[in-house]
């Protein structure tokens, strides 16, 4: 069963909600949606436009795993969100690109950031955000975005909803977790490498101090990306690692 769903009008981030509860000692599981965030953090530092409309939601959770086991689950959130998306846009349109970036059209459609820490009560809580531009593409971003308004299917009558999003993502994250927790990461990989078309071949890596040309040539177990560099040497990124 699908964690369930607090919808607040108004929050800063859904993650630092989250990260809140976890350190006053809640332990979830809860997601976390927001119609509006004030304060909506992406990754590496930079800010995550949350304008009304979208989807903005955080699963709250607390595992006995390490911080890097969990951060396996950055791979079931991005399937989560392709499985959302294929509810509302033609499937063909929909493609991840490593380590968690999800297409539309070829274009950002979504962010994820997890999040980690001791919980008081032991183990390690978790926050899963994730953000998907449902009505609105944000304008001026580094990457080009999108929204599912732009391409609704013919037979969905609608854009979903910030309630409808928020459920139907907390339905598919729970079917990967449940997988995960079950069958361990393997079955989750490779579920992700099949959605994730030209994963190997030509791969530009931006990393903090640099950036890396070179041939993809496969996922470690772990997820991180092998990348032949044109000198012949291999260099092994872990989605920590890109910028
Ligand atoms: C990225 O930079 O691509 C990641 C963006 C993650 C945005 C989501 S929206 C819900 C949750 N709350 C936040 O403040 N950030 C994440």
């Known amino acids: 069963m699908a964690a369930p769903v607090l919808i607040l009008d108004e929050t800063d981030s859904t993650n630092a909600e989250a990260r809140r509860r976890a350190e006053a000692g809640e332990v979830g599981p809860l997601w976390i949606a927001a119609r509006r965030q004030t304060a909506g953090r992406g990754r590496r530092g930079r800010a995550w436009d949350s304008r009304e409309g979208n989807l903005a939601s955080t699963l709250l959770l607390t595992l006995n795993r390490s911080p ?104 598919a994250f729970d079917v990967w977790l449940e997988r995960w927790i079950s069958l361990g990461f393997q079955p989750v990989l490779d579920a992700w490498v099949a959605r994730t078309p030209g994963l190997f071949g030509p791969c530009t890596a931006r990393l903090s101090h640099e950036t890396l040309n070179g041939i993809a040539d496969g996922v470690e177990a772990d997820g991180a990306l092998r990348l032949k560099l044109p000198d012949g040497s291999l260099r092994v990124i872990s989605a920590g690692d890109v910028f």
Request: charged share 20%; net charge negative.
């Open 68 to 171: 890097a086991e969990a951060a396996q689950l950055t791979f079931a959130a991005a399937l989560s969100v392709a499985d959302l998306l294929d509810r509302y846009v033609p499937p063909a349109l929909v493609s991840i690109k490593w380590p968690n970036d999800v297409l539309l059209d070829g274009r950002k459609s979504s962010g994820i950031l997890i999040e980690s820490g001791p919980s008081p009560s032991g183990g390690l809580w978790l926050a899963v955000g994730i953000g998907v531009n449902l009505a609105h593409a944000p304008q001026g971003t580094e990457r080009p975005a999108t929204c599912i308004a732009e391409h609704l299917r013919y037979d969905v009558v609608a854009t979903p909803s910030t309630e409808d999003g928020a459920k139907v993502l907390a339905e």
